[in-house]
């Protein structure tokens, strides 16, 4: 069975910093790409950043140069460093990876549970 878990959010000033992590376990090969989302109160769902397996990056405009997605394959972790946080960052963070079980020859996405991100003004 495959888990993800996030950890690493807060509270934190507008300004601040946090350091997400996410960790994929559970049977199976490579992870192929990985993402981070958020979802504010009252707001859909929506893609922060994916990284692809080779280090590749891609960001929504609103994070560009205040969020770096990073990973380390060996420990099939995904990170999601925030600098510069604005109220506006204020959500539930989650992430996905897409991977292949080893009980299946299909390509599934796994999600985590999410962790919360308050940032205050």
């Known amino acids: 069975q495959v888990q993800l878990v996030e950890s690493g959010g807060g509270l934190v000033q507008a300004g601040g910093s946090l350091r997400l992590s996410c960790v994929a376990s559970?049977?199976?090969?490579?992870?192929?790409?990985m993402e981070w989302h958020r979802r504010a109160p009252g707001k859909q769902r929506e893609l922060v950043a994916r990284?692809?397996?080779?280090?590749?990056?891609k960001y929504a405009e609103f994070v560009k140069g205040r969020f770096t997605c990073s990973r380390d394959n060996a420990k099939n972790t995904v990170y999601l460093q925030m600098d510069n946080l604005k109220p506006e960052d204020t959500a539930v963070y989650y992430c996905?990876?897409?991977?292949?079980?080893?009980?299946?020859?299909?390509?599934?996405?796994?999600w985590g549970q999410g962790t919360q991100v308050t940032v205050s003004s």
């Open positions: 996905n990876a897409a991977l292949v079980p080893d009980d299946s020859s299909y390509q599934y996405t796994y």
């Open positions: 559970g049977r199976f090969d490579n992870i192929y790409h």
């Open positions: 990284i692809a397996r080779g280090g590749r990056t």
